[in-house]
């Protein structure tokens, strides 16, 4: 069974400034998507980003990108330039590619604490 | 475009009781997957909809059971409720079951149970 590893329960970092959150998963397959979703206080999960596991490029959206590591399966994410807006809870979570129901598989979650 | 909505928003049940809970799929998505999120964890996988028919299932036992319309708006059902089935429940929508499609949440509804 996949698994999913966040290891830090609570990050903070002075707003403007850099934070990273990790994160490793457990699996077999070499097909598989990998996704941040940030979940504000509102309780709404929002797709941050997306990596597809064949690509080698890391991946980007604006403030947030990703540090992929397929051999060591970890899945690292970088806010750069954080803002107010940026304090959540973060998941990481991970998609096998080839399965019925594509379920997603969630880490517990790192909480950001941003401090004006 | 309209997002996913769930309701209601908060519910309040006493243990042995049935509750329904609703979900609206984005516009254009035919694919509804349920979610059990307890206080300081991840969410996990409940079950997925795919026109109207189950397409897969955690591991949640029998009395949470599911619906799908041919809106392809969604139900949970939880039968003989539980106090550990106290939790934020969260609804996502996708284009398809396809490996490409990404999930959208919605809210979510927050489940007492007494």
């Known amino acids: 069974a996949q698994t999913v590893t966040q290891s830090q329960p609570e990050m903070s970092v002075q707003e403007a400034e850099t934070v990273t959150l990790s994160c490793t998963y457990d699996t077999s397959e070499s097909d598989y998507y990998l996704f941040w979703y940030k979940q504000p206080p509102s309780r709404q999960m929002i797709l941050v980003i997306r990596?597809?596991?064949?690509?080698?490029q890391n991946a980007t959206e604006n403030r947030f990108s990703v540090n992929f590591q397929k051999a060591a399966k970890s899945f690292s994410l970088k806010i750069s330039d954080s803002q107010l807006g940026d304090a959540a809870m973060y998941f990481c979570?991970?998609?096998?590619?080839?399965?019925?129901?594509?379920?997603?598989?969630f880490g517990g979650g790192t909480r950001v604490l941003v401090k004006p | 475009e309209t997002g996913v909505t769930q309701s209601p928003t908060h519910l309040i049940k006493t243990r042995g009781q049935q509750v329904t809970l609703r979900c609206s799929s984005q516009?254009?998505?035919?694919?509804v997957s349920w979610y059990q999120q307890a206080l300081g964890q991840g969410p996990q996988f409940i079950f997925q909809y795919y026109r109207e028919e189950e397409n897969g299932r955690g591991n949640f036992p029998p009395r949470f059971s599911g619906l799908q319309f041919p809106n392809y708006s969604s139900e949970l059902n939880v039968n003989a409720l539980e106090l550990d089935d106290s939790a934020l429940y969260l609804c996502a929508s996708s284009l398809g079951p396809g490996m490409e499609e990404t999930q959208y949440f919605g809210p979510g509804t927050r489940l007492l149970v007494l």
């Open positions: 979570a991970y998609r096998r590619a080839k399965a019925a129901g594509n379920k997603l598989t």
């Open positions: 516009s254009g998505h035919n694919t």
């Open positions: 990596q597809e596991a064949y690509k080698q």
